[in-house]
């Protein structure tokens, strides 16, 4: 029988995922914390931008933490079958080091959608609004013309880069094809809060001068039953 450590090598290793040697590697400052653990801005000799190296200690490698390994297994093969796309962050492979794997994936100089939206709240204009709004629906077209659903999208895992949206965070991913999917267990209380409450109708109200079509739109993208929500492609054409 194999070791859960072989089995996960196995996993990481078999496929299309590049192998980084951790030597070509100069990991910089910590630049966040995520349901596996550290995020760091770095840099790496092959790689002409800046990266992050998204971090799993290999001591999460045991039964009790499953949940958290299948959900970083699941983010790294679902994020390397996908190809090039302008709205998806590019991941470059993986790296390791003694006690660590690490996801490589390009550096979002403009960082999460949240923290540019807190910041540019009162500046941002509709003509920028709904270029991001088409970015957006054309990451997740493609993502669907892939067969996957990203199944975890809010502006915390969207990230920016020279002002392009970046779709991240394949944890909670599904690829429609496979069988095998079920990650219920790492959500976090928020987010069965938040579900329950959109469960019982609670949606937020249209903020001030935006544009009905707009309204209209997101209002029927919210709709209860999903059959009469627009298509990805159908919201894409009428942004
Ligand atoms: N490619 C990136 N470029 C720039 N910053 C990033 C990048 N990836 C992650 N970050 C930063 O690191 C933080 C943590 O990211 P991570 O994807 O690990 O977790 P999360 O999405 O916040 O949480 P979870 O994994 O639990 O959904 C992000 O909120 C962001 O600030």
């Not at 931008?49 to 933490?65: A, N, S, Y």
Request: with cysteine.
């Amino acid at each position: 029988m194999t070791s859960s450590q072989e089995w996960f090598d196995d996993a990481i290793f078999d496929g299309t995922i590049q192998k980084i040697p951790y030597e070509e590697i100069s990991k910089g400052k910590l630049i966040g914390e995520g349901g596996f653990g550290k995020v760091y801005l770095a840099e790496c000799n092959s790689i002409a931008e800046k990266i992050v190296l998204k971090k799993i200690r290999k001591c999460h490698i045991k039964e009790k933490e499953k949940d958290i390994l299948f959900a970083f297994i699941k983010e790294l093969k679902i994020h390397s079958n996908l190809e090039q796309h302008e709205s998806i962050i590019p991941l470059y492979g993986i790296t390791e080091n003694r006690n660590s794997y690490f996801l490589v994936m390009q550096f979002a100089n403009n960082g999460t959608l949240s923290e540019f939206l807190k910041e540019k709240r009162d500046t941002l204009d509709w003509a920028i609004k709904i270029s991001l709004a088409e970015q957006m629906a054309g990451g997740i077209h493609y993502l669907h013309s892939c067969n996957i659903i990203h199944r975890d999208l809010h502006s915390k895992n969207i990230l920016l880069h020279d002002g392009q949206i970046k779709i991240a965070d394949f944890g909670l991913s599904k690829d429609i094809n496979s069988p095998t999917s079920s990650t219920l267990g790492i959500f976090g209380l928020n987010q069965i809060a938040l579900m329950n409450n959109i469960i019982n109708g609670l949606r937020e109200d249209p903020i001030i001068y935006t544009p009905l079509e707009y309204v209209e739109l997101y209002k029927d993208s919210w709709k209860p039953e999903p059959k009469d929500r627009p298509l990805i492609q159908e919201e894409l054409t009428l942004i």
